[in-house]
């Protein structure tokens, strides 16, 4: 397995990107690059199993740790995820210490956790290297959860003190619209949630993550002490791209 998990503990700044094209092209260009991360959309990607299986293959390739975001907080989205192989989920919509625990159980084996145990999954080798993955899986796993609504930032101090819980990942597009605030990332109560969720992290130990929207904010979000960064993502990197490619053309 390619975990990064004691990376992002460690603080070091991890830069991921994103895919939700559903491409496995488009990951492994990621890892051939030499991205800390990829970021595997199955919340707002393209989100079929075999999708999702071909994207962590992809990046195995390269040995680079895939965070799969799930389209919610369920068991069964757990349980797919890290037994294809995942290095860790990003939960998102995380509201209170109690969605934020039971995301945390459902990324560890029983007794302990919810996860349940079978020795012949992808992450295990097909059984061939269970007895090297199952006793260090529950501390190698990363588990993310989201900040994206007013209530979670209210309780962000309660969410970062769960055991279990590593990074508390931002939002920055829900929760600015979720404050009627859309897109103002320079205005002074969405700073003022960022400075909070920040300080519930640095007093939990958690680790503290962000998309970054500009490279701009990227460096900015990266110096008030966000680390664990998604610094671009397929869709828009291509749409950019050819957008430009296209303007050079009609101008």
């Not at 990107?17 to 990951?27: H, K, Q």
């Not at 084996?109 to 269970?130: C, E, V, W």
């Not at 490279?215 to 791209?241: C, I, P, R, S, Y």
Request: hydrophobic share 45%; with cysteine.
């Amino acid at each position: 397995m390619d975990w990064i998990k004691q990376r992002v503990m460690a603080g070091e700044r991890c830069l991921g990107v994103g895919a939700m094209l559903g491409s496995p092209m488009a990951v492994e260009l990621i890892g051939k690059l030499g991205f800390d991360w990829v970021w595997i959309d199955h919340e707002h990607g393209v989100s079929g199993a075999h999708d999702l299986l071909a994207q962590l293959q992809a990046a195995a390739i390269h040995k680079m740790p895939a965070v799969v975001r799930l389209p919610a907080n369920e068991l069964q989205q757990f349980k797919q995820a890290l037994d294809f192989g995942a290095a860790g989920v990003m939960v998102p919509y995380v509201n209170t210490a109690e969605e934020a625990a039971h995301a945390a159980r459902c990324c560890r084996y029983s007794p302990d956790g919810l996860r349940g145990i079978a020795q012949s999954t992808r992450a295990a080798q097909f059984g061939l290297a269970f007895d090297d993955y199952y006793p260090v899986a529950d501390e190698n796993v990363l588990t993310v959860v989201q900040i994206e609504t007013p209530e979670a930032v209210e309780n962000v101090e309660e969410i970062a003190a769960v055991e279990g819980v590593d990074c508390l990942f931002v939002g920055p597009f829900d929760l600015s619209v979720s404050m009627r605030l859309t897109k103002q990332f320079d205005h002074p109560d969405f700073v003022a949630a960022l400075d909070r969720v920040l300080a519930a992290c640095r007093a939990n130990g958690k680790a503290a993550g962000i998309l970054t929207p500009t490279l701009e904010l990227a460096d900015a979000w990266h110096k008030k002490g966000f680390t664990f960064l998604v610094v671009g993502g397929d869709g828009g990197l291509m749409a950019k791209a050819l957008s430009g490619l296209k303007a050079h053309f009609d101008g």
